[in-house]
């Protein structure tokens, strides 16, 4: 009888002829009743689910099931198959193809048409892989009885990056071309992309042609930075590093690349006889002296227990890197042996990875809490029984938001399975489905703020859940931790519980509020956990602050899509936060690495209204040292002042700019463009007095500004000290008396 007589009757009578029978012969197995509908279903199923999974993991970079779960899905399958040899023609015919290749012999995703495609001069394959250490020792003992060698092999032991592969391509020592693997014999072209990877010589140390393959990945520490800016920003974090590295390499805009810190390492000479190397360690050494770089961690064995020995090292070692690794990769040394060895369909017979098993606990979720970030964005935490994982005791993982719950059907009550993602972060896998009672029950989504009980709001094209109050006293709290933040303002002493303290006694409401916190001096000091030396330096700290960098100060603001690399070059390319309110959107996204994402955040949030959401008024920024500089560029003045200094010395040209800008007159250049600038509803804040000395005095700044608005309030942050009566410019340079003014920040 053939296997699949049994087959219902298809209307499609095509299909139906080109039907392959099976002898009985194939199915000498435990499971002869096994009708062979039931098999076909069951291996139909199986394939659209690992080419679904396919697709989430290498074309959408977001993965649906572990690594894990998915090779298992992948060796059912190839069991299926060689069991059952006529499973893959028929499922061919009845999908109308000759040409649908099996997950068991295809080699990475599609190759995306937002690319062009280049096919490899060699093709790039994948490794067969094992989390099982007897199946290295099959591995070793195949190896020698293909070779005939009865002595030992020498293996090269190397970490196995997670990350995208990539080949790069090099004529007489300049880069020429970066491809992906894509499905292995065709890649997408990135080389744009892979430009902004520092890490990748532009030019080598000797000027040879060459390929060399490798590995894109994203450090931990750059991939923790990324989620948490998006999950700030409404939108969907990224699975785990790979995944980001990934999506990040295959952005259409450049400039999101170099601005996420991709890295690369080297591990594959393509042709290595061509260079008179002999092994994979001298191929590895040889490109190290061209300038690339790889992961120094490097380690040759021909006693195949040692090897094991330093396999069980590497499950925790590997917790020290930046990066991730899920494994190590064993290759044989010596190249003479590769051609003998051969290939199967997608793998190289040389070579082997050992995958580290991901560490995954049962626990049960208890409740869900929310929290409230800097942006307003609503995070589901799930609240677990606590758990030990990869070390450390586990007691809550973040959902992300509410569409990944609905994608997961996570429910209060559920038994679920957590892993550590990048080995630190605690996530949930999946449900335990089987586990389920009846008593579990669904998580209801919020419709107002869980601190403020503001109406929460979602963005167009976001899946975040927002609190847009500016007010709220957990988004004031997550916006100072960020404005204080040693890469932003620098202000030590104020740590969370500090700030929440503050905000208890409403001493500070707002951002601004910080730098009148020298008012209640005596009031700090008996606070509980601070003291009087406390205060002092968190004073100190304030104060010194005012004298950070332009480009710190833009990123302390937190405007979306804004880190420190788009902060330097918004700094760079527009020299005050004046001129850059006045730029369009399409300047903006015209500087180079300033993607339209940021552009936008950028321009919206310099001309939004204020906090209040009204049009009650409009801040805005002026550096007075900017407005010098560009007077004089516009006029063609900078060469000449050069020169006239040489020449008449410092006193004489700060007097002939400073009857230039007319600075003693109430129609000088900076109160005119000061003046041109303002709108009604305003108020000024000034900037950069300090640089401008002795050409500039403050107090003439203020009385002449004075005379020209009526309404608009003026602030000046000023690097000195004010008694009510003298400016002290950098508390060493008396000014004028300048009655006025009052001050802001005590």
Known sequence: MNLFDTLKKDEDEEIQEDKKLLDTENDKTENKSEDSENIYE???????????????????????????????????LKSLEERWTELKELYNKKNKSENIVTPTEKIGGTVSEKFSKVTHSVPMLSLSNTYNISEIEDFDQRARKIIGLDKKLEY????????????????????????????????????????EIKSIPKSLKQPVSIEVRGEVVLPISNFNKVNQEREEAGE??????????????????????RERGLDCYLYYLVKPENFGVKTHEESIKYIESLGFKTTKIFEKYSDFKKLEMAIDKWHT????????????????????????????????????????????????LYDITLQVGRTGVITPVAELEAVNLSGSVVKRASLHNFDEIRRKDIKIGDNVIIEKAAEIIPQIVNVVFNDRNGNERDIEIPTHCPVCNTELIKEEGQVALKCPNPFCPEKVKRE???????????????????????????????????????????????LEKMGKKSVENLLNSIEESKNREYNKVLYALGIPFVGKF?????????????????????????????????????????????????????????????????????????????????????????????????????????????????????????????????????????????????????????????????????????????????????
Not at 164 to 187: A, C, F, M, P, W
Not at 489 to 504: A, P, R, Y
Not at 508 to 522: F, G, R
Request: charged share 30%; glycine share 4%; net charge negative.
């Open 42 to 76: 069951k291996y139909s199923r199986l394939r659209n689910d690992i080419e679904k999974y396919n697709k989430a993991y290498y074309d959408e970079d977001s993965p649906l099931i572990s690594d894990k779960e998915y090779d298992e899905l992948i060796r059912e």
């Open 156 to 195: 090269i032991l190397e970490l196995k990056l997670d990350g995208l592969s990539i080949s790069l391509i090099y004529e007489n020592g300049l880069l020429k071309q970066g491809i992906t693997r894509g499905d292995g014999q065709v890649g997408e072209d990135v080389t744009e992309n892979i430009r």
């Open 236 to 257: 969907d974090i990224f699975a785990n590093p790979r995944n980001a590295a990934a999506g990040t390499i295959r952005q259409l805009d450049s400039s999101i690349v």
């Open 317 to 364: 070692e590997r917790e020290k890197l930046d990066y991730e690794t899920d494994g190590l990769v064993i290759k044989v040394n010596d190249f003479s042996y590769y051609k003998e060895l051969g290939y199967t369909t997608k793998s190289p017979r040389w070579a082997i990875a050992y995958k580290f098993p991901a560490e995954q606990v049962k626990t049960k």
């Open 480 to 526: 100072i931790e960020y404005f204080v933040s040693r890469d932003a303002m620098n202000i030590t002493g104020l740590g969370e519980k500090i700030v929440e303290k503050f905000i208890e006694l409403k001493k500070i409401e707002t951002i601004v509020d910080i730098y009148s916190l020298k008012n209640y001096k005596e009031e700090l000091e008996n």
């Open 566 to 746: 788009n902060a330097n070059l918004l700094t760079k390319n527009f020299r005050s936060i004046d001129i850059l309110k006045e730029k369009t959107v399409e300047e903006l996204t015209q500087v180079k690495g300033i993607g339209e994402k940021a552009s936008v955040a950028v321009h919206e949030y310099l001309k939004n209204k204020n906090k209040s959401g009204t049009d009650d008024f409009e801040l805005v920024v002026f550096d007075l040292y900017d407005i010098i500089i560009d007077f004089l560029e516009d006029k063609n003045f900078m060469e000449k002042c050069f020169d006239f200094e040489k020449k008449k010395g410092f006193e004489r040209i700060t007097k002939a700019v400073s009857n230039s800008m007319k600075f003693n007159d109430d129609d000088s250049i900076i109160v005119k463009h000061i003046k041109d600038n303002t709108p009604d509803n305003a108020i000024v804040f000034l900037t950069g007095i300090g640089k401008c000395y002795p050409i500039l005095r403050s107090h003439k700044v203020l009385n002449n500004l004075h005379q020209a608005f009526v309404k608009a309030p003026v602030v000046m942050f000023f690097p000195g000290t004010y008694n009510e009566q003298e400016l002290i410019l950098f508390n060493e340079i008396k000014d004028d008396n300048y009655y006025r003014a009052f001050k802001l920040v005590k």
